[in-house]
């Protein structure tokens, strides 16, 4: 049993890993990651393990202060997303979210706090 649990910790931290074939992009701590499909595209925190925004992210943009994020929010658990619709989020580096915004309300905090432009999209998820 004890090599049992041994193993399971390795392929679980081996999945977490900076390398792992999930991560699409990175920025210090936070990750966007994809475990079986890109739909499911999340932003994760380490090492606290915490998801802040969920799926369906298809852009991401950074500074030193904020994290910004185009979302198309997910439908049939996760396996699907409504292009239809546009949530914009801006995470600061402290872990705190806002969001959803319309992009109205987005475009008017982007000036005031000085946001980042998005510098990735997933053409696949837009």
């Known amino acids: 049993m004890r090599i049992f649990l041994n193993t399971l910790l390795l392929i679980v931290l081996a999945a977490c890993s900076e390398w792992s074939y999930d991560t699409q992009w990175k920025s210090g701590d936070f990750r966007l990651i994809a475990i079986d499909t890109l739909s499911q595209m999340t932003l994760l925190h380490e090492p606290s393990s915490m998801f802040l925004v969920e799926s369906t992210i298809f852009a991401v943009g950074d500074d030193e202060k904020h994290i910004v994020l185009k979302q198309h929010p997910s439908t049939e658990g996760g396996r699907e997303f409504d292009r239809s619709v ?35 999209v997933f053409d696949e998820l837009q």
């Open 86 to 120: 546009t949530n914009y989020f801006i995470v600061a580096r402290d872990k705190t979210v806002r969001g959803p915004l319309t992009k109205e309300q987005f475009d008017a905090l982007s000036t005031s706090l000085s946001l980042p432009p998005f510098t990735k």
